[in-house]
C-alpha cells in the first residue's frame, strides 16, 4: 500500500528535515535523451558537482528533475535524478552513473527501477573510493527511473 507513496514520502521526509532557505538546495530540469550515444548532465552547488552519465534507447526524450539538497539535521547532502512522474521511464538504459566530484564523501546510495522498487543489488554498484553509483555491465537490466547519492563534505560547508 504505501510503496507508491514512497518516492512522495522521500521528498517529505527529505524537505522535512531542510530549511526552505534558497541556499540549502539546487534543483535543475534535465532532458534525457535516447540514441544509444553516451550523454551526461550535471548540477553544482555547495562547491561540488554531480553528473548524471548515461547511455539510453527508446522515445524521444523524457523530462527528469536533478535535484541537490543540503539537510541541516542530518548534516549531509543528497544528489537525486529521477523521473518526475509516477509512471515508469519508457526509456531502455545501457548505462547510468551518478557521481559526485569535489571535496566530497560518499556515505550511500541507491538506483530504483521504478517509484519504490530498489534495483536488484547485482544491477549496480555503489563505488565509495569514486564517489559512485554504477550499472554493472552485463547484470543491469535497463530500467531506471530514480538514482540517489548521499555525501559529505570533505571541509566546512561552502556556500553556492
Given at each position: ?13 527529505t ?33 561540488v ?33 529521477q ?23 560518499v ?12 534495483l ?7 563505488d ?29 560547508r561552502?556556500?553556492?
Amino acid at each position: 500500500m504505501w510503496g507508491s507513496y514512497l518516492p512522495l514520502l522521500f521528498y517529505f521526509i527529505t524537505f522535512l528535515f531542510v530549511s526552505l532557505a534558497d541556499e540549502n538546495f539546487v534543483i535543475k530540469e534535465a532532458v534525457i535523451r535516447p540514441g544509444g550515444v553516451a550523454r551526461s548532465v550535471s548540477i553544482e552547488g555547495f562547491g561540488v558537482e554531480c553528473k548524471f552519465d548515461y547511455t539510453c534507447q527508446g522515445g524521444t526524450g523524457e523530462e527528469w528533475h536533478f535535484s541537490m539538497v543540503y539537510s541541516k539535521h542530518l548534516n549531509r547532502y543528497i544528489c537525486h535524478i529521477q523521473r518526475p512522474s509516477v509512471s515508469s521511464s519508457y526509456l531502455f538504459f545501457q548505462k547510468f552513473a551518478l557521481a559526485v566530484s569535489g571535496p566530497a564523501t560518499v556515505i550511500s546510495g541507491n538506483a530504483y527501477v521504478d517509484e519504490s522498487t530498489e534495483l536488484a543489488p547485482d544491477e549496480y554498484s555503489l563505488d565509495l573510493k569514486k564517489n559512485l553509483i554504477v550499472q554493472n555491465d552485463g547484470n543491469f537490466r535497463g530500467h531506471l527511473a530514480h538514482v540517489t547519492i548521499e555525501f559529505e563534505l570533505d571541509s566546512s560547508r561552502p556556500d553556492l
